[in-house]
Every structure is written in C-alpha cells, then in structure tokens.
T-cell receptor
Framework: RKEVEQDPGPFNVPEGATVAFNCTYS??????FFWYRQDCRKEPKLLMS???SGNEDGRFTAQLNRASQYISLLIRDSKLSDSATYLC?????????????FGKGTKLSVKP | GAGVSQSPRYKVAKRGQDVALRCDPI?????LFWYQQALGQGPEFLTY????????KSGLPSDRFFAERPEGSVSTLKIQRTQQEDSAVYLC????????FGPGTRLTVL
C-alpha cells in the first residue's frame, strides 16, 4: 500500500466550478501536511500547508483530519489557470529535517 | 539566480551509458534532497544531504546510483550503466526549512 493515496483524476470542470480533492496517508506518525501544485513539465511548488484547524488562502481551502488520516483541498470559483496536477504531500521528520512523501497527484483541467 | 538550478535540463542516454546530473542549491541551504519522478507518478525520495554528509540514501534504487556533495554545496547524482527504467525526471530540492525544487533533469534512456 502506497503511503499517500489520492485519486489521479483527471477532474474536468468548467470555469467557476467548485472542486474537491481528497487524500489519505498511512503513517499516523506523519508530522506535516501540504498540497503542492505541479504544472506540466515543471517542478512541484508549494501551494499551501494543511492544518487540523483548516486553513484558507483565497479560493483555496485545505483541511486535515488526523483521526481519519485524511487531507482535503477545496478550490472555489475555479479558473483556467488552476489547471495543473495537485500533489498531496506528508512530511516524515527525522533529525532536524524531514523527507516529503508525495502522492501520485490529481490532475485538474478547467475548461472555458 | 536565486533558485535551485539543475543541469542538464534534458539528457538522452543510450542503455549502458553513465550519466551525471548536477544540482546547484540555493546559497546557504544546508539540506539537499534528490527525488525521482517517473511519468504519471509523484516524486519519490532518493537521497538526502546535510551539508556534505549523506544522511540517508535509502531511496536509491540500486548500487548503480551514487550521489555526492563534496563541499556541501553543489551535488551530483551519477547513474552508471543506465537502464530504460531509469528514464524519469530527477528533481533536486534544497532547504533551510521550506523546500525549493529545481526544474529537474529529464533523463531518457534509449
């Protein structure tokens, strides 16, 4: 079983739609949680961190449920520029640094 | 530049050829990571350096893979006797806390 699992999609949605991505992780000792965005043939870039209290950044809302080991990302009023692959990421800490464990990614395509 | 740079950006190798991939981290970043991203997959951890010390190499898929960071700055990932399954994007990331990824080297082994 992969450590971080997410639906690969693709999710094809019209502009303005609300779309939600889900992710589960297997290691209950995971320390930190993130969503990264990766455009085609580009490197992953941090979109936002995820906290149990939930956090919002403009049209993006992320939520963590530690008991269920479940992470979500909600995108409201989707734009064409939101088209990308969204990677669910958990951080396992050892020493003073930690390694990132990536899911396979969920591909989003926003259409006019 | 201010970001992580990698070279070459693209590399085509014949099966059996040795390749060397270079990563220039952000100046002052102590930690450096290498990841392998196969087509349609998320990046997978290969190895980790703190300064010049390689603290974890558990993700290296075989003894054909070797990484070094002799002066605690630039790092090189070397793959000997490349195989077709080595075809992937090799990403380097550096950090003082938050990780910043380089653009990657796309390796194609024919």
């Amino acid at each position: 079983r992969k450590e971080v699992e997410q639906d690969p999609g693709p999710f094809n949605v019209p502009e303005g739609a609300t779309v939600a991505f889900n992710c589960t992780y297997s290691n209950s000792a995971s320390q930190s949680f993130f969503w990264y965005r990766q455009d085609c043939r580009k490197e992953p870039k941090l979109l936002m961190s995820v906290y149990s209290s939930g956090n919002e950044d403009g049209r993006f809302t992320a939520q963590l449920n530690r008991a269920s080991q479940y992470i979500s990302l909600l995108i409201r009023d989707s734009k064409l520029s939101d088209s990308a692959t969204y990677l669910c990421v958990v951080k396992e800490v050892w020493g003073s640094q930690g390694n990132l464990i990536f899911g396979k990614g969920t591909k989003l395509s926003v259409k006019p | 530049g201010a970001g992580v740079s990698q070279s070459p950006r693209y590399k085509v190798a014949k099966r059996g050829q040795d390749v060397a991939l270079r990563c220039d981290p952000i100046s002052g970043h102590v930690s450096l990571f290498w990841y392998q991203q196969a087509l349609g997959q998320g990046p997978e951890f290969l190895t980790y350096f703190q300064n010049e010390a390689q603290l974890d190499k558990s993700g290296l898929p075989s003894d054909r893979f070797f990484a070094e960071r002799p002066e605690g700055s630039v790092s090189t990932l070397k793959i000997q006797r490349t195989q077709q399954e080595d075809s992937a994007v090799y990403l380097c990331a550096s950090s003082l806390g938050r990780k910043f990824f380089g653009p990657g080297t796309r390796l194609t082994v024919l």
